[in-house]
Structure formats: C-alpha cells, structure tokens
C-alpha cells in the first residue's frame, strides 16, 4: 500500500487566494483526519470523518476552512481566502473507525501564504 | 482543562546512550496514550499505544510506560542511534477517535 497520499506537498500562494489540499486515506479505512501543525502551537486537528461523514469540525478554525469527503478515497480541505496565519504544515490521516487503532499520517502538505 | 505536556523540550545525546522522554497530562476521560516520532519535514509515525491497563509497551529499542495514577507516561530509547533524531510526540485520547490531545513533543539529536 502506498500509504495516505496528500498534494500539493508544497503551496505558495498570496493573501485572499483559495487553497485546496488533496487526501487519499489508506484503502479499506474508515476514518480520516487532517490535521495542522505550527511551531508555535505543534499538532492540532481540524476535522475528522468516519466513513466519509463530518463527526466534528470543532477544531475548523473558522468559517474560512471547509472540508469534504465526497467518496472512500478522497477527501479535501479548502481555505477561502488565505490569510498568512494559514501557513502551516497540514496533515492527512486515516485509520480503521475503532478507537484502539494507529492513525496512519500522510506526508503533509506545508502551505506558505504570502 | 485537557492538557498534555512533555519534557524536555529539546535533548542532545551521545549516539549509543539512553534517554528517557516524559510525558504529563491532564486528560479526562482517558482511553488510551500515544507516543509518536516525527522526522523532519515528514509525517508523525506510531510508536506505540497504551490503554489504562498496560504499564509498559515495547517497539524495538523504544519503551513506553504508563502510570494511570499519576498520569505520567516515559518513553525509553535504548542505545540510540542517528535516525533516532527527531520530534517524538506524546497524544492522549480523551475518549472518542477526534477527540485527542497532543503535546507539544521533544526534540532529540542524536550525535556521533
């Protein structure tokens, strides 16, 4: 298996330009996660979903971020308009839905705003 | 308030030596306790998990304990080498698949 595959893995862009991030989860999860980390505030997740539905969006910094999971296999995280405080490295990870299971973590997609 | 912490921030070690990493939380309900290592510039991998009944958990030259009552986990490396150089991460789940909390990780070197 090739592993959770995320693109761009890297993305410049300048301030107010919409920015959307690419996952595939591991086949035959279902569950998947994205995530953003900062120097500053390390590891925090945004959205997670169990078999492709939204179960909580509590950590979606605001209304800027939106995140779907139209099938199985894909899943994107958009951000519209970009603000420089967006510039993170954004995680994808899925696993298999029980709470015991490794979350399995794509290589990160490191978004720079400009 | 949920909470995880971990010390030291950074660590610089001989190759060839042990360290210890710690991990403190404050996370309610527990259900069970990651450690993850981050190689720069690339995802975090598991190391290990750990529910409220297993004391200690072993990958390799990595050891992982567990003390529910005080709520302290370590993670051992026993003699380290040069790919041991990264961010290693301790998470606790507070119950449900979403709703984990990470700490802040330790950076260690390892050094020829």
């Known amino acids: 298996d090739a592993g959770v595959i995320q693109s761009p893995r890297h993305e410049v862009t300048e301030m107010g330009q919409e920015v959307t991030l690419r996952c595939k989860p591991i086949s035959g999860h279902n569950s998947l996660f994205w995530y953003r980390q900062t120097m500053m505030r390390g590891l925090e997740l945004l959205i997670y979903f169990n078999n492709n539905v939204p179960i909580d969006d509590s950590g979606m910094p605001e209304d800027r971020f939106s995140a779907k999971m139209p099938n199985a296999s894909f899943s994107t995280l958009k951000i519209q308009p970009s603000e420089p405080r967006d510039s993170a490295v954004y995680f994808c990870?899925?696993?298999?839905?029980?709470?015991?299971?490794?979350?399995?973590f794509g290589p990160g997609t490191r978004l720079l705003v400009l | 308030k949920n909470q995880v912490e971990q010390s030291p921030q950074s660590l610089i070690i001989l190759e060839g030596k042990n360290c210890t990493l710690q991990c403190n939380y404050t996370v309610s309900p527990f259900s069970n306790l990651r450690w993850y290592k981050q190689d720069t510039g690339r995802g975090p991998v598991s190391l290990t998990i750990m529910t409220f009944s297993e004391n200690t958990k072993s990958n390799g030259r990595y050891t992982a304990t567990l003390d529910a009552d005080t709520k302290q986990s370590s993670l051992h490396i026993t003699a380290s080498q040069l790919s041991d150089s990264a961010s290693y991460i301790c998470v606790v789940s507070a119950g449900s698949q979403g709703n984990l909390i990470f700490g802040k990780g330790t950076k260690l070197s390892v050094k020829p």
């Open positions: 990870a899925s696993s298999f839905r029980q709470e015991q299971e490794t979350q399995y």
